[in-house]
């Protein structure tokens, strides 16, 4: 995935701003355990946080619902899951040694990095109220390379020195003919892949959105070259779609092409498909026409032929690629913002709800007793659940509170077993938007309730 995206003040429907103030979403995070910062106790480290136990169970519904749309329901795509680290000879083909890099510049002053588009108008930390002059003192713009490094082995010199990965793609490029030939795959066919990547951001920012450590879905599709523009089409609007999927409404989402002076080196075409977050609109995921950049550029630097030979027409050719790149944590951020409301009921009372889409909620199904006395009975009903889709038993506080205690993260029902449920077999199931409530059996209520789950409500 790119960072090519618009500045989201540099028009004017890119001043447009979502309504929901990001340290509202930020502070419900931390509060019911979606994300917080890592290290916490620590202070934090910047550019990295951690999913509590519901958000490691949204973000992975996520991956789950990408898997199942990109890999599980085609026949032409199908999955790997390759190594964080790559032979160093890997990132030199692909360009990032030379040219993954930012402008920076450091303060001679406080001796702070920024990068040269993004230079701020707060005064220098390293001077006082008392300095006539509290301006930053900035060195010359220089290149400065997002890559992460490591060192393999016990010694250390140049020679052990290998890289995180940047972007997931490139082992893709480099198994490709394996990839190809152990699962018997022609042209055109995809190879997907859900893994985390490494960036030396020098400011991280927006919350989850601009991170150093994050999690990506690629898919890579190869194709011959006089399909390359069919299959673009063909993946812009396959992927939009997915996002509608997932419940994110139309006036939140736009593409955006790349003008020709921003496409990167190797992309004969490009387009971003963009979210209104708090702070503007911003890419989620790119479809990208690489072209035959990749697979050319490591046939060159690892001598090993990756062209293919159509078995009929005998024709030699290189495959063009067309990717898709998700940004998982972007796109769970989006996915929380999306989610969240905040009502007005009667009598002046509010509640904070999450509405994520069923198949994403962290949370199925919340087993309410009435009251503790009912605990027993209750937890055998939870345990029967459980066995089939993620369920919460809370018996902590009036029952009006445990409700809104699952509308706040997002759980579409909640199943109340009260004092007449041992007399007449039945429960009360709630809804969480429309919050209506209906007498059920408990017989034949699991098979109801992924129903329901499954049709979306």
């Known amino acids: 995935m790119s960072d090519t995206s618009i500045d989201a003040s540099s028009s004017d429907e890119g001043r447009k701003r979502h ?29 990295f946080w951690d999913y509590g136990p519901l958000g490691v169970e949204l973000k992975n519904n996520l991956k789950q619902f990408w898997w199942r749309r990109m890999v599980r329901e085609r026949e032409d795509v199908v999955g790997v899951d390759s190594a964080i680290i790559s032979h160093p000879r890997t990132w030199e083909a692909s360009g990032h040694v ?10 001679r002053r406080c001796n702070k990095r920024f990068r040269a588009d993004q230079i701020p108008d707060e005064k220098c930390s390293a001077t006082t109220k008392k300095d006539a002059d509290r301006s930053h003192d900035f060195t010359e713009a220089r290149d400065f390379n997002l890559m992460l490094s490591t060192q393999l082995g016990a010694s250390v010199d140049e020679s052990t020195t290998a890289f995180l990965r940047p972007e997931t793609c490139q082992p893709i490029f480099s198994g490709f003919k394996r990839v190809r030939e ?21 400011t991280p920012r927006n919350f989850t959105f601009r991170s150093r450590e994050f999690e990506q879905a690629e898919m890579e599709f190869f194709c011959h070259p006089s399909e390359r523009e069919k299959w673009f089409e063909h993946w812009r609007e396959y992927r939009l779609q997915f996002h509608r999927d997932i419940g ?39 479809i990208h026409d690489r072209g035959d950049w990749d697979l050319s550029r490591h046939t060159e630097y690892s001598g090993k032929e990756l062209g293919i030979t159509d078995e009929q027409t005998k024709e030699r050719f290189m495959p063009m690629c067309i990717e898709t790149s998700v940004g998982i944590d972007r796109t769970t951020l989006a996915l929380l913002v999306a989610a969240y409301s905040n009502e007005q009921l009667e009598g002046g009372e509010e509640r904070t709800v999450m509405r994520f889409h069923p198949t994403l909620a962290p949370i199925k199904v919340a087993v309410l007793p ?46 109340t077993y009260d004092f007449d449920s041992e007399d007449d077999g039945c429960v009360t199931v709630r809804e969480r938007d429309t919050m209506n409530q209906e007498r059920v059996p408990i017989e034949g209520l699991a098979n109801r309730l992924r129903d329901r789950l499954e049709a979306g409500l």
């Open 19 to 47: 309504p929901l103030a990001m340290e509202t979403l930020v502070s419900l995070c931390a509060a019911r355990g979606f994300i917080y910062p890592a290290s916490e106790i620590y202070g934090g480290i910047a550019g």
């Open 98 to 107: 030379d040219n993954f890099s930012d402008p920076m510049v450091d303060c």
């Open 182 to 202: 152990s699962a018997r795959q022609k042209v055109p066919f995809g190879i997907a892949q859900v893994g985390k990547a490494f960036r030396n951001e020098i």
């Open 248 to 286: 994110i409404d139309d006036s939140l989402l736009r593409t955006r092409p790349h003008a020709a002076d921003e496409l990167a080196h190797y992309a004969n075409a490009a387009d971003d498909i963009e979210f209104l977050f708090p702070f503007g609109w911003q890419e989620i995921e790119g």
């Open 370 to 415: 009435l009251s503790k006395k009912l605990a027993e009975p209750a937890k055998a009903l939870n345990k029967t659940l459980c066995g089939l889709f993620n369920t919460s038993y809370d018996d902590a506080g009036n029952i009006g509170r445990r409700y809104r205690r699952q509308d706040e993260v997002g759980t579409p029902f909640c199943v």
